[in-house]
């Protein structure tokens, strides 16, 4: 048989397909090899031999190479880093200095929008009880209830038993609130006030479609706007009385403490010039706006912010014994004792600037009465108010509670008069309704003053 033949054999013969060779035939157990040991063994030869080769090619003596010459620098505000570190003999500019670490017991954390204080203390890995000890020293100054992105806290830690110590808010340059520890349950708080110094600026402009948002145009905040609307909103209505090509002045204070600029500012003086008609407000030590003859544009305050007259449970006081922790604190307002549900009434004109619940002071709102002044009612049950909304004095805004922690139905209230708290039964409020004589000089000295700041450049800065 020839060799194809035999190889072949077991399926051909005489030309033909063996009958007993079938598609799924498959040749005997015995005769299927084994798969050869041999090819990786090749493999791995070779990529050793690879690997021989390119630590010869790195490592080993490399001939002498003609190092080609850099091209020549273009002329360009940037600096080529190779050539810098090949001119030797040119001088060059010390690094900046590397900041230094911050301590591993002291954490610093600026406030961006979404956060929250307990968020924070869980991502410090800080006890959710120094929080509320925290909170508890914070009821009486409330300051950590108005959080704003930028605003900055540190955290001091003991470095030995990882206790919070210490804590401070930054607000602004001429702000700083700081929490100390005075014993395993409770805090103690500092506030530092730097006065700084105010810079007066004129704003003027022409009133296109509305008076807001020419004034923004100008430079105006949000709030100085809504201040200088709610001085004149008795005289003038801004949707109704305005007309294109009225103008306005606004003499604007803001504060700056060393040379930094701390977001605090007050409306001095404002004039709105219609075709027809000049209407003036000028802001008098008194905290009240009055117009060139002396007459008041805002309705006079009201002494107590209730039609009874309830008892007085607890005075105002700098350091008085908390009735439940026992400790001495600042006791910033004036308790009225009263059931719950008595009608709680606005103090004066103005605008609702917080409604809150705190795990102390309860649920409580804040008012802002013009630049000056601003009240606190707080243990509420029911407020009737929300933030911003406008108010006129005399009107119902809360009913008075018992919430937060307190030892039965009261009201706590709180006037503050250029950010600081004063004893409400005593304080120097706007009850006038124009300029008392023995005043009047004195006011007619200081319009003359604005309205010589007015004729001033426009955005022209003048320190005071």
């Known amino acids: 048989m020839p060799p194809a033949q035999k190889i072949l054999g077991r399926g051909i013969k005489n030309g033909s397909i063996d009958p007993y060779m079938k598609q799924d035939w498959k040749p005997p157990r015995k005769q299927i090899g084994k798969p050869s ?18 630590i010869t090619f790195y490592w080993g003596p490399h001939s002498p190479q003609t190092i080609a010459p850099d091209p020549p620098a273009c002329h360009s505000s940037s600096t080529n880093q190779r050539q810098a570190s090949q001119n030797d003999g040119e001088a060059q500019p010390p690094l900046p200095p590397t900041p230094p670490a911050e301590p591993e017991h002291i954490f610093t954390r600026e406030i961006v929008p979404g956060d929250n204080l307990s968020a924070i203390f869980a991502r410090l890995e800080i006890s959710q009880v120094a929080l509320c000890q925290i909170m508890a020293a914070d009821e009486s100054l409330l ?8 605003n900055v806290l540190t955290f001091t830690l003991d470095e030995k038993t990882r206790q919070l110590v210490r804590m401070e808010l930054f607000v602004d340059a001429g702000k700083r609130v700081i ?66 090509g009225d103008q306005f002045q606004v003499v604007r204070s803001r504060q700056f403490v060393d040379g930094q600029l701390t977001g605090q500012s007050r ?91 705190h795990p102390f002071a309860g649920r409580y709102l804040e008012i802002r009465h013009g630049g000056r002044f601003a009240t606190r009612y707080l243990h509420l049950h029911r407020v009737l108010v929300k933030p911003g909304q406008s108010v006129r004095r005399g009107q119902h805004i809360a009913l008075s509670g018992n919430t937060g922690r307190s030892t039965g139905p009261h009201l706590h209230f709180e006037l503050h008069i250029n950010e600081r708290p004063v004893n409400p039964l005593t304080a120097e409020i706007p009850t006038l309704v124009s300029i008392p004589k023995n005043k009047r000089k004195q006011f007619n000295q200081r319009v003359a003053e604005l309205l010589a700041v007015m004729e001033q450049p426009e955005n022209k800065i003048a320190l005071r």
């Open 37 to 54: 040991r041999s090819l990786p063994v090749r493999v791995w030869g070779l990529l050793l031999i690879l690997v021989a080769l390119m």
């Open 143 to 150: 300051a950590l209830d108005i959080l704003r992105p930028g």
């Open 179 to 244: 929490y100390h520890r005075i014993d395993e349950t409770s805090f103690d708080y500092e506030e530092i006030l730097i006065p700084g110094e105010w810079r007066q600026q004129v704003l003027s402009g022409e009133i296109h479609g509305s008076f807001y948002n020419s004034a923004i145009s100008s430079g105006l905040s949000d709030q100085e706007t809504v201040t200088i609307t709610d001085t004149f909103k008795e005289q003038l209505n801004f949707t109704r009385d305005i007309q294109a």
């Open 267 to 357: 409306v001095e003086g404002a004039r709105i010039i219609r075709r027809h008609r000049l209407h003036s407000a000028f802001l008098f030590e008194d905290g009240n706006y009055y117009n060139e003859k002396g007459e008041s544009l805002a309705r006079s305050f009201l002494r107590y912010p209730f039609k009874s007259r309830p008892r007085v449970s607890s005075h105002f006081s700098r350091a008085r014994r908390h009735p439940v922790t026992r400790r001495m604190s600042p006791h910033n307002g004036v308790d009225f004792s009263m059931p719950v549900g008595t009608p709680i009434l606005a103090m004066g004109d103005g605008r609702v600037s917080r409604v809150e619940n």
